[in-house]
């Protein structure tokens, strides 16, 4: 997956920078890993980029190779050398060629990875009991299971009632359009409320509205919390909104990110 390949990502892009030709030179690259040079694809599109700038004419005037100045050489073709990399320009077209043979050869990799691999999540064993704790777990199912004052959290109940809502959005034409007009209702609490409706009937939008998630568009109405208007800071505080987009960690189960946020916002004397 993307998650598990990010970590392999970061060394592998350090090595093919790192062997490139640039950072070190050819001629300094020891012997072990000049076959990661020949094979890196930086290297090659380092060596055509390289060698298109340095063969143009404006390289052409001459320097010293040696300190004395006795030998002279072009100043582009002196450079290339410098850093391994050959003069003539038919190597530009040669690298551009090993760079197409590289995709071709990664997309052709990869499709046949596609087609053959399949990695699906293994659903661990369903969890038995052994008999002596099913035949207790059915007794214990007798008894008054009612709950009691410490299976409950402790919080303010809060009832909270929304009243002619409107929310206006104006289009890049300069036309303002109604996607909530004048809607009310209320949630109890302790209640779970279903929300129902057509695709685009406004079911996200109205959910984005209640909990101050839009920062664009103009809203009318009004909202109250047991029969107070809301305070925008205290509602922020007693709300959780999770959004139809998964934004939630993906290494973490959902029992783990229900437990995280009950940490962030319940007491510590609560386990």
């Known amino acids: 997956t993307v998650t598990e390949s990010v970590p392999v990502l970061g060394p592998i892009i350090v090595l093919m920078i790192l062997f490139s030709g640039f950072v070190q030179p050819k001629s300094v690259i020891s012997d072990g890993w000049m076959w990661f040079y020949w094979l890196n694809p ?39 050398k410098e850093y391994g990399n050959p003069t003539d320009e038919k190597y530009i077209w ?48 007798h008894h008054d299971d009612s709950p009691t004052k410490e299976d409950y959290l402790p919080f303010d109940p809060i009832s909270f009632a929304f009243d002619n809502i409107w929310y206006t959005v104006t289009l890049p034409n300069g036309e303002d359009v109604d996607l909530l007009k004048g809607v009310s209702g209320f949630f109890e609490p302790g209640s779970i409320t279903a929300l129902m409706g057509s695709t685009g009937a406004g079911k996200t939008t109205l959910l984005d509205v209640l909990s101050g998630r839009k920062n664009t568009g103009v809203i009318k109405g009004e909202m109250y919390h047991n029969g107070m208007k809301q305070n925008d800071n205290y509602f922020r505080r007693i709300m959780a909104y999770v959004e139809q987009f998964d934004s939630l960690p993906a290494k973490c189960t959902p029992k783990e990110i229900v437990e995280f946020n009950a940490r962030l916002r319940l007491s510590s004397a609560i386990s």
């Open 42 to 80: 930086i290297s090659w599109a380092l060596k055509a980029v390289t060698l298109n700038e340095f063969a143009s004419p404006k390289y052409d005037y001459d320097t010293c190779v040696n300190a004395a100045c006795t030998q002279k050489e072009r100043m582009g073709d002196f450079v290339l």
């Open 94 to 141: 040669y690298s551009f060629a090993v760079l197409i043979a590289h995709f071709l050869f990664y997309f052709t990799l990869t499709a046949l990875a596609y087609e053959y691999i399949r990695i699906e999540p293994v659903p661990p064993p369903p969890i038995r009991q052994p008999d002596n704790e099913e035949s207790k777990a059915d007794e214990d199912n």
